[in-house]
């Protein structure tokens, strides 16, 4: 495979390492989606008139968690869903081939506020892809962007309502948000080819 393929493909460099520092514990991730839950909740007054939505792939679980969370605060379930916003992307046909995922959007978001999920949001072309998509399936009265790490580096004007961690990053750096926590590593020598993380 070529350099620039691994590369693009999310692997590391040939012969490059990567050094991994852990950002968030589990512990802290848990008490960041209990917060967020709160805030949706203070936001919008409720739940009555909320879906949340987890972008494919990094958001599905997050918005999961925060659905958990707000059921256990206002002790009702709140309608949960996911998005794939693949075909929407300004880059299609740009990236590799990669499986369409699927979209579940919980009934129709025509007149409530969507809470839509992703775990990193670095610059911003992922969330306006979703926001194409997410209008596919009717008009929302609102949309709302939840995001576990802002990492910066925006190329588009896009802002986060609800953030886990704001995390100042190097654009050759790669943010991963997992079970475990998030983790902050590097590809060496890799910052020209503008390797790092979601968009």
């Known amino acids: 495979m070529a350099e620039r393929e691994r590369l693009l493909a999310g692997q590391p460099a040939s012969g490059a390492f990567r050094a991994r520092t852990q950002v968030m514990s589990t512990d802290d991730v848990t008490r960041a989606v209990r917060r967020?839950?709160?805030e949706i909740l203070e936001k919008n007054h409720g739940c009555d008139d909320v879906m949340i939505v987890g972008m494919q792939t990094g958001g599905v679980e997050l918005a999961r968690a925060i659905a958990a969370a707000v059921a256990d605060i206002e002790g009702s379930e709140v309608p949960t869903g996911t998005l794939d916003a693949t075909m929407?992307?300004?880059?299609f046909g740009l990236r590799p081939v990669?499986?369409?995922a699927v979209t579940d959007i919980p009934g129709d978001p025509t007149g409530k506020t969507i809470v839509l999920v992703d775990d990193v949001l670095f610059t911003g072309r992922t969330v306006r892809a979703a926001l194409d998509a997410i209008h596919a399936y009717g008009r929302p009265t609102?949309?709302?962007l939840a995001v576990m790490v802002d990492r910066g580096h925006r190329e588009l004007p896009i802002r986060p309502d609800y953030v886990g961690k704001n995390l100042p990053t190097r654009?050759?750096?790669?943010?991963?948000?997992?079970a475990g926590g998030v983790d902050l590593g590097e590809i060496a020598g890799d910052a020209d080819l503008g390797v790092g993380g979601e968009d």
């Open 36 to 38: 967020m839950a709160h």
């Open 142 to 144: 609102a949309i709302q």
């Open 98 to 100: 990669m499986p369409e």
């Open 88 to 91: 929407h992307r300004d880059d």
């Open 171 to 178: 654009r050759d750096e790669m943010v991963d948000v997992h």
